[in-house]
C-alpha cells in the first residue's frame, strides 16, 4: 500500500498531546510508518501564543491535533485556537504538502446562524483555520452541519461517535425490550431517532418551552411517548452546564422512568456541572452519564467520579488519518 499523499506526519498542540498519545498507539500497532514532528509552543507573558516546528516537515502529509476545551489546563478555548492557527501556518510556512486540522471539539460550534445583531463565531472560526493554510478539517459529531458550507477552500469530514457509544451500551446490557431512547430537546430528535433505530428501542422526547429572552431558561417542558416503568438512554452531543440535562431527567422520572443513563460525545462539564451531576447521581435523577475522550479527562476523573463512564474516539481518528494518507475512502466512516 503506497503512501500517496506523502509520509504521515503528526503535530500535537499542547492540549492535543494526551489525545495523541491514544492514536500513536493505533498506528504503531498497525505498523504505519509515521513521524511525530518535534514543535515547541510558546505561551508569551502577555498571552500571545506561537508554535514552531523543530525538524524539517517539507513534503509531507501533516495533521495537527488539538483539544479545544481542556479541563486538565489552564488554556481557553480561545488560546487552543490560537495555538493550532499557529502550528497550521507554521505548517504551511514549512512547506508542508498538505494540512489536515484534527479538531475533535470544533469551536464555537452553536454560534452557526445568526439572531439579531451576532456574529456568526463558527463562520469566523472556520475562515481562521482555512486562512491559517489548512487544507482538511477533521472533526467528529459537530453542533450544526451546516458548518461544512462555511468553508470555501478547505474540506470539513465529520465523523460519529455513534457506534463507540452504542458498543458501550450494549457492552454494559443497557438495551433490553424495557430500554426507551429519549432525546432531551427537539434538536437532539433527529440523533435520538437513529439511534432508537439501530438498537431496536422505542423513543420518547421531550419538547421545551423556553423564554428566549433569558439564557438558558426553561418555562415548561412535555414528553411526547412513554417512559413509565420504564428504563431510559438520553444521547445528545454535549453536556454544559449540565442544567437542561438534568432538569430533563428529572421530567423523565415526574414521568416515572426507572433508571437513567446518559450519553454524549463532548463531556465538557463547564462551571458547576460537575457538582450538579455528584447530586443527580447521589440522589438517583440519573445512574451514569458516559462520554467520549474527545474531552480528555485523564484516568483519574472516573475513579473520582464513579457514574462516569468514558468511551474511545482516538482509535477512530487514527484509523480516519490512516485512511485518508492511503488516498482510501472514508465515506462508510462519515455515516452515523
Not at 457509544?165 to 431517532?193: F, W
Amino acid at each position: 500500500m503506497s503512501l500517496d499523499r506523502g509520509q504521515l506526519g503528526i503535530i500535537a498542540c499542547n492540549s492535543g498531546k494526551p489525545f495523541v498519545g491514544k492514536m500513536v498507539e493505533y498506528l504503531q500497532q498497525k505498523f504505519v510508518n509515521f513521524r511525530y514532528i518535534k514543535t515547541t509552543e510558546t505561551h508569551f507573558a502577555n498571552g500571545e501564543i506561537k508554535t514552531s516546528i523543530d525538524e524539517p516537515i517539507r513534503g509531507m502529509d501533516i495533521y495537527i491535533v488539538q483539544l479545544m476545551d481542556d479541563p486538565l489546563s489552564d488554556y481557553s478555548v480561545n488560546d487552543n485556537l490560537m495555538a493550532l492557527a499557529t502550528a497550521v501556518n507554521a505548517a504551511y510556512n514549512s512547506d508542508a504538502s498538505t494540512i489536515t486540522a484534527v479538531i475533535p471539539q470544533f469551536p464555537n460550534a452553536r454560534q452557526e446562524r445568526r439572531k439579531g445583531r451576532e456574529s456568526v463565531t463558527a463562520s469566523m472560526v472556520a475562515s481562521f483555520i482555512e486562512a491559517s493554510g489548512a487544507s482538511r478539517v477533521l472533526t467528529i459529531d459537530i453542533h450544526a452541519e451546516a458548518i461544512a458550507g462555511f468553508f470555501h477552500h478547505a474540506r470539513l469530514d465529520n465523523l460519529h461517535a455513534s457506534h463507540q457509544l452504542m458498543k458501550s451500551m450494549r457492552k454494559r446490557n443497557l438495551i433490553t425490550e424495557q430500554t426507551v431512547v429519549v432525546a432531551p430537546d427537539v434538536g437532539s430528535a433527529e440523533t435520538a431517532r437513529y439511534y432508537s433505530r439501530e438498537l431496536g428501542t422505542d423513543m420518547a422526547m421531550i419538547v421545551k418551552e423556553r423564554d428566549y429572552s433569558k439564557a438558558s431558561v426553561v418555562i415548561d417542558a412535555k414528553l411526547v411517548g412513554d417512559v413509565k416503568g420504564r428504563n431510559v438512554v438520553i444521547v445528545d452531543d454535549m453536556i454544559a452546564t449540565g442544567g437542561t440535562l438534568i432538569a430533563a431527567c428529572q421530567t423523565l422520572k415526574d414521568f416515572g422512568a426507572e433508571n437513567i443513563d446518559v450519553f454524549c460525545t463532548f463531556p465538557f462539564f463547564n462551571g458547576s456541572a460537575i457538582e450538579k451531576l455528584d447530586e443527580a447521581c447521589k440522589s438517583g435523577a440519573i445512574r451514569s452519564v458516559t462520554g467520549t475522550n474527545a474531552v480528555w479527562r485523564g484516568t483519574e476523573f472516573a475513579a473520582e467520579h464513579p457514574w462516569y463512564h468514558e468511551v474511545d474516539v482516538a482509535r477512530l481518528f487514527g484509523k480516519v488519518i490512516l485512511t485518508i494518507n492511503h488516498m482510501e475512502s472514508i465515506a462508510n466512516m462519515l455515516e452515523n
